[in-house]
């Protein structure tokens, strides 16, 4: 009895012990496997997405066009100072082209008019408008012969309209027949003729003007006034070589803002509490020199309008060096004396 070996109490509490504590670290191994096999599944997931990624990224550079747009280019190098010279350089080309460096402007003028005109001028009309036009051609406006040779000495006058609503209908074809006899319409193709368009018309009238005929100036007339056509023009050649001359009669009025009223402006709350106009010509007949109607030709789609086509083109002034010329013979009235235009 004495060589057997004989357990105590104290040993079984030991191994019991060490049978609990065992456990929890095969749970906590257990655990841990797991732990690594997730961490390097998602180590490897994350590779192969990068190669996925690339390989895209690789494969969609090869299919971009070669040709970068300015947007693509900032994107890219995300370079704020290049995009600041960019837009610096853009307008260094508007004011260039503005200035008269419009190449393919001069050979459309040029198949035009061999030498440069002195002036066109612009005679508003509107479809309704006959009884007026024949009234201008009855009294100060040349007719056949006439206007060409009148076109000889660097005047050319044309009547300017739009187009209709509901092209080639019967307003369209009833201006194309009046201008197949008199010869002397100015047709603006891409206009809607409308009362409510005529702001973007005056847009459209300097714009394509100073495409098709090259001259000094450029004479926006309604036609529900005379002119003193000798008049005109020797004012117009005192005028010559003067650049970024506008000439009409100026003023300054209230800004009509309730709505029904006569001459009602829906951007009456623009022009701040006093609510009055800033400085410009009166639409009834005002001169613009060769550099600014390019600069309306150049900027028109960025150009705001307002309710009246004076008064936008009085808002373009402000924003380009123009030199104001306030002329009083340019103020048609019902009073002649000393004027070159008066009410018809």
Known sequence: MEGLPTTTKGDKRWRSKNLQTSKPSL???????????????????????RTLLANLLKKNMEQRPKVLTVEDKLMVLGCKDLEKRIVEAEMDLTLAKSQGYLKNQLRQSESFSEKKLLAV????????????????????????????????RG???????????????????????????????????????????LPKKV?????????????????KVNDNIDIDLEGLIGLLEHRRGQDSAYVGCMKSGEVVSEEGK?????????????????QHASGSLFILSKNLAQYINVNSASLKTYAYDDTSVGSWMMGVKATYIDDNRLCCGSIKQDKVCSLA
Request: hydrophobic share 40%; with cysteine; proline share 2%.
């Open 121 to 152: 001028i612009g005679v508003y009309t509107g479809f309704g408008s006959y009884l007026k036009r024949q009234t201008s051609r009855g009294s100060w406006m040349p007719r056949g012969d006439a206007l060409k040779k009148l076109e000889e």
């Open 203 to 219: 847009k459209f009238f300097f714009s394509t003007a100073v495409q098709n005929w090259d001259a000094e100036f450029y004479v």
């Open 155 to 197: 005047v050319v006058v044309r009547f300017v309209i739009g187009r209709s609503a509901n092209r080639g209908d019967s307003l369209d074809r009833h201006i194309d027949e009046e201008n197949h006899r008199t010869k002397d319409f100015f047709i603006l193709e891409g206009h809607e003729e409308a009362q409510e368009e």
């Open 27 to 49: 749970l906590m191994a257990f655990f841990s496997c797991i732990a690594w096999l997730y961490v390097a599944g998602r180590l490897w997931q994350d590779a192969e997405n």
């Open 262 to 278: 006569d001459w009602y402006e829906p951007d009456w709350w623009k022009f701040g509490d006093e609510k009055s106009y800033f």
